[in-house]
Each structure stands twice: as C-alpha cells, then as structure tokens.
C-alpha cells in the first residue's frame, strides 16, 4: 500500500468523505476591461459536511468560515471546471451528514 503526501497530491472527488479539510481548485473565467477573456484558478478551503448521490452524478458541500461568516459551497462531482482537490486533514466522523457542525462548539479531533 503507497501513502501519499497530502501536501501536493490531489484526490478525485469519488475519493472524498464527510469531515475532510480540503482545497478546491476552480477554474474562473473572467472578462476584463478590454473585454478579454482571462481565466485563473480560485482556490476554496472547507470542510466537506455532506456527499449526495451515486458516483457518476451528486454533489458534495464544502463549508468554510470567510472573515467571521460561513459560507456553504455545493459542488456537482462532475463539475468541469474543478481542476482539482487537495486534501489538507480528515477528522474523525461517525455520521455521514455533519450538519450538526454549524452550530457546534466543540472541536473535532483529527485522524493520524
């Protein structure tokens, strides 16, 4: 069995699991004021509260807290414009929805 690093190696999105920290490479196309078109990558760190539906079609919720309020991002699996996901730590879970996580105030242990 190969480890990987989790510093640089990416993670398909079948691969992903509730209460996974994780960084979510989009790619974001843009118009600038010259009406060209430019793309760049936006990068969204979050927890990975819940994954719906089978392996060719679902989606995955990734929450994070920006500058004091949380931010909820559902993302399809089969989104085309992710260009990748890093996973940065695993918590250890023992449901599959962590809804209960918005308004929670303990802190959960992380997985070695």
Known sequence: MTVKSTASAS?????????????????????????????????????????????????FTVRKISNGFAVEKIFPKRLPSIAKIEPVRAFKVRRAKLYYTRDYGKKMKEIK
């Open 11 to 59: 993670i398909t999105p079948d691969e992903l699991k509730p209460g996974m920290v994780v960084k979510i490479h989009q790619k974001i196309k843009e118009l600038n004021t010259k009406g060209e078109e430019k793309e760049r990558i936006q990068i969204f760190e979050g927890t990975v509260l819940s994954i719906r539906g089978n392996k060719n079609n679902g989606t």
